[in-house]
């Protein structure tokens, strides 16, 4: 039988500070711990969630079934070049760990907020890298086979913060583990062949400024840009990026940019489409540093929405629907949320 602890608070477990309780929580360590949680969901017709960093979620109400939470915590390495690291590791511990050992692939991920277990879930990513990029396996609970199953990176269906776990697997999948395959800094003989990625915005410049690439270097930087751009939730409490950048048809970036010439955008490999950051769209509209009651719009990031202290869901939801609203209007784009409404 599951240990659960009922009529759980889930404030310190989201990052924008909501206060909303579950009706029951759960922690596993093993497999076999979460499967007899998934258990006795399914005996007492329970549903479930798994909520691991909390920093990508919006708790719109308490949860009338049971929240798990993974607390499985060890690295391993599996090889000179790979490792494994169980869902409820800190990810930017994992990533520290990476760093100190000379293994390149996740620097540029540094200091994102949450768990392993996200990672794929999300296919989490920052300063031209993506989760994707190192992942060569993802080891899932599968509730209603009730067992483990192992799956090749390349067949998770990565996408722009999507993944299969979030299309066919949702609701079903548990992210139990994940292994990733990264690349040394220094070859045996000590040369170093690493190729670092820095040629996102202002990284190449705050890299040098710090002595030139070196992976602990790419680390500094990108912890120290993410440190001036992006709220501490301990002060405000937010869930970082709150809408996707959307993908446009390359027409309509082309018809865009005659109003607004400074406009920036990503295009695709095929020219097809182009990526333009919410966040300028944000800005342009007029929402950057933008309060009202108890949320606003952050001051260094548009792209961020705030808990200005004491917000509820419903009024974080409200601005954010006024935001679509408004960016729809001026620039015919309609946003979607990045964030997961719970
Ligand atoms: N910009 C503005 N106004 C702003 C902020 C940015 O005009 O207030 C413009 C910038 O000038 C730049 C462009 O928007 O041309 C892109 O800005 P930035 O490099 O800050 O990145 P982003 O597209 O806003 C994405 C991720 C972030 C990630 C950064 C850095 C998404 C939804 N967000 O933001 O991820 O840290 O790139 O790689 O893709 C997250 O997912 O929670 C997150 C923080």
Redesign the pocket.
């Known amino acids: 039988m599951t240990n659960f602890t009922d009529n759980f608070t889930l404030r310190a477990h989201n990052t924008f500070g909501l206060e909303a309780t579950a009706r029951h929580w759960a922690e596993f360590r093993t497999v076999d711990e979460l499967r007899t949680v998934i258990r006795d969901c399914h005996t007492r017709h329970l549903p479930w969630y798994v909520l691991s960093g909390g920093s990508?979620v919006i708790l719109t109400g308490n949860f009338p079934g049971c929240v798990i939470h993974p607390t499985s915590d060890g690295i391993t390495q599996l090889g000179p070049d790979l490792l494994r690291a169980e869902a409820g590791v800190v990810w930017d511990d994992l990533v520290a760990w990476t760093v100190d050992r000379g293994l390149g692939g996740l620097e540029n991920l540094s200091f994102?907020p949450g768990l392993v277990g996200a990672a794929p879930v999300q296919n989490?990513?920052?300063?031209?890298a993506e989760a994707k990029d190192t992942i060569e396996t993802v080891e899932y609970f599968d509730t209603e086979r009730l067992e483990t199953v192992r799956i090749p990176g390349a067949e998770c269906a990565f996408g722009?913060?999507d993944s299969l776990f979030k299309g066919p697997l949702r609701g079903r999948a548990i992210v139990t583990a994940v292994e990733f395959r990264l690349t040394p800094e220094q070859t045996a003989d000590g040369e170093t062949s690493y190729t670092y990625n820095i040629g996102?915005?202002d990284l190449h410049d705050r890299v040098m400024s710090l002595g030139g690439p070196s992976l602990a270097n790419v680390r500094a930087a990108v912890i120290a840009i993410?440190r001036e751009?992006?709220p501490d939730p301990a002060v405000a409490g937010n869930?970082?990026?709150f809408?996707?950048?959307p993908v446009i048809p390359a027409a309509q970036a082309a018809q865009l940019r005659e109003r607004y010439p400074e406009m920036?955008g990503y295009p695709s490999a095929d020219g097809q489409t182009v990526k333009v950051?919410?966040?300028?769209l944000?800005?342009?509209a007029g929402w950057?540093g933008f309060r009202c009651g108890t949320v606003g719009v952050h001051p260094?990031?548009?792209?961020?929405l705030i808990n200005l202290g004491g917000a509820t869901a419903q009024e974080i939801l409200n601005l954010a629907r006024r935001i679509i609203d408004d960016v729809d209007q001026k620039f015919g784009i309609r946003l979607s949320m990045?964030v997961n409404i719970l």
């Open positions: 990508n994102i989490i990513g920052a300063y031209g722009y913060r996102y915005g993410r751009k992006l869930a970082g990026s809408f996707k950048n920036p950051p919410a966040a300028w944000i800005d342009r950057k260094r990031q548009a792209l961020v990045e």
